[in-house]
């Protein structure tokens, strides 16, 4: 019977925890989370688990510390461990392998980079002996595999942050970093990331934190609406804000539908105006850029949803 390789990912950034579960997910691999250095000692099975990625400062223990204890469980059992950081490994290469480490992603993630170097592990599991038959993923024609040569451009994820989440982490660095590692996206990053900003803000802002853009009459009115967002914010303890991308790809026209959705109250969207208002008017212009960016926008759930459609092209002028 075959099987699918399992991952432990540990991470203390949920965010990066999350990105990087849904990377692994929509390659076909099995994922099992950790929150931080113990949770990860605690969950790793050398008979079930057979590869870890592994953040270099998750909370409890260090990355190294952790790895070592990881190895120590396994035993006679190959776990290759892959780090990830937001800055450059600084350990001696020896000390690196000596803790079992194979490789190295850096932060942010691009989900074509964590494959390919997921690909190479594959092929250690191969050197080291192990039958192409045991998993679920042959050497020549498993589709993660196959992501490395045959990019797929079409994607579909989801972000559901939670109270923790939305005090602790922001979500559109990685959000961004995925749809514009689609062939043609980098281009547009500063269009696609005003897009996905304007609705995760309303979404946060307005829907989960019930906070009133009419404060932000004037230069004080915006440090009042900030002071107000951030006390809120910090004690929030209930609510969440959802997040759907969706790219679908037709010859050289990409088609990006973003979905967000909030557990606020709501409200008439039927009375969205989406005319520019005036230049001197500090506030109310996001909804009026966005709809001239996009192609459309659809308003549902009585408005704790919105869905923005924008089209790019990959074609050269």
Request: glycine fraction near 6%.
């Amino acid at each position: 019977m075959k099987k699918v390789l399992t991952v432990l990912v540990a991470d203390d950034d949920p965010s990066d925890r999350l990105l990087l579960k849904e990377i692994l997910d929509r390659f076909g691999y099995n994922v099992i989370l950790a929150e931080d250095g113990q949770d990860a000692v605690n969950k790793y099975d050398p008979s079930s688990i057979h590869l870890v990625c592994l953040g270099t400062s998750v909370p409890s223990k260090s990355g190294w510390d952790t790895a070592l204890e990881i190895q120590a469980k396994a035993g006679d059992n190959f776990t290759p461990i892959v780090f990830s950081s937001k800055e450059a490994p600084t350990v001696a290469p020896a000390n690196f392998l000596r803790v079992g480490g194979v490789g190295f992603i850096s932060k942010p993630y691009s989900p074509y980079f964590v494959v390919a170097k997921l690909n190479s592990i594959v092929q250690l599991f191969v050197l080291q002996g192990v039958s192409k038959g045991q998993f679920d993923l042959d050497y020549e024609n498993s589709p993660q595999l196959a992501a490395a040569d045959d990019i797929p451009v079409d994607l579909s994820f989801e972000y559901v942050l939670n109270a923790d989440s939305l005090r602790n982490s922001d979500p559109l660095p990685y959000v961004l970093n995925v749809i514009t590692s689609l062939p043609g996206g980098s281009v547009l990053s500063r269009q696609i990331f005003m897009i996905l900003s304007e609705l995760y803000s309303n979404a946060l802002e307005h829907g989960v934190l019930n906070l009133d853009s009419n404060s932000k009459h004037s230069v004080d009115g915006f440090s009042v609406y900030y002071e107000e967002r951030q006390k809120k914010l910090k004690q929030l303890t209930e609510g969440y804000v959802k997040i759907s991308v969706k790219v679908v790809s037709h010859c050289n026209e990409r088609n990006l539908i973003l979905y967000v959705e909030d557990s606020g109250k709501g409200f008439d969207f039927n009375e969205v105006s989406y005319e520019l208002p005036n230049e001197e008017l500090l506030y109310n212009r996001g909804l009026a850029l966005v709809k001239g960016l996009c192609s459309k926008i659809e308003f549902s759930k009585g408005g704790r949803a919105v869905s923005a459609y924008y089209d790019w092209s990959t074609s050269p002028l």
